[in-house]
């Protein structure tokens, strides 16, 4: 069955960077785009940006293009997003997600999300 | 960006009841939107895409329907295990976006 684990919670010091990771299992790594999606305490969802795990070809939200870098290792079927410069504001659950069967930015699998706390 | 806009944002219902959720675009959107189910301790569920088509593994008593902008998710003969958060989101248009959600709770 296809599974999106993630890496453990983070708490980092603002200004810092934190990657966090999601590691696929129970599908072919490379047949299906990785997004990204940042939840707030108590509000709603923003995508990201994907990434193509084949081509290592990436796609940002404008909002999140100097904040997130998305990366791949295929060798451990392993996707990865760097959040850099890190303020309050980069507090929030984040989800790696499995692009649909379909086509069009809707995701099939979620992973169980990761919360990242920035404080001092 | 695509708004989405979720009514209501609270819903209280009884086991057994139908319930509606209603979820608008604030441009059309076709029919590129899907639904997603959020509990406590447990991956995000994919219910519906397309607008109507069922995820396999989607109970049928969910029912998506709608187009353009108006959009509603159904859910026939509740279940205690759909009181939930349940999200809209459109993928018609760059950058997908999603409604503020809609928490389901037991009257």
Redesign the interface.
């Given at each position: 069955q296809v599974n999106?684990l993630q890496s453990r919670a983070a708490l980092v010091k603002p200004g810092a960077s934190v990657k966090l990771s999601c590691k696929a299992s129970g599908y072919t790594f490379t047949d299906y785009y990785i997004h990204w999606v940042k939840q707030s305490h108590g509000?709603?969802?923003?995508?990201i940006g994907y990434i193509n795990p084949n081509s290592g070809y990436t796609n940002y939200?404008?909002?999140f293009k100097s904040k997130a870098t998305l990366t791949v290792d295929k060798s451990t079927n392993t996707a990865y997003m760097e959040l850099s410069r890190l303020t309050s504001e980069d507090s929030a659950t984040y989800?790696c997600?499995r692009e649909?069967d379909?086509g069009?930015?809707?995701?099939?699998?979620?992973?169980?999300?990761v919360m990242v706390t920035v404080s001092s | 960006d695509v708004q989405m806009t979720q009514s209501p944002s609270y819903l209280a219902a009884s086991p057994g009841e139908s319930v509606s959720i209603s979820c608008k675009a604030s441009k059309s959107i076709s029919n590129?939107l899907?639904w997603?189910q959020e509990k406590p301790g447990?991956?995000?569920?994919?219910l519906i895409?397309?607008g109507s088509?069922l995820?396999s593994g989607t109970p049928s008593r969910f029912s998506g329907s709608g187009s353009g902008t108006d959009f509603t998710l159904t859910i026939r003969s509740l279940e205690f295990e759909d009181f939930a958060v349940y999200?809209c989101?459109q993928?018609?248009e760059?950058?997908?976006?999603?409604?503020?959600?809609t928490k389901l709770e037991l009257k």
């Open positions: 999106l509000k709603s969802l923003e995508w939200n404008e909002k989800y997600t649909g379909y069009g930015y809707y995701f099939d699998y979620w992973g169980q999300g | 590129n899907a997603y447990k991956a995000n569920k994919l895409h397309s088509t995820q999200y989101q993928y018609n760059y950058p997908p976006t999603f409604g503020g959600g």
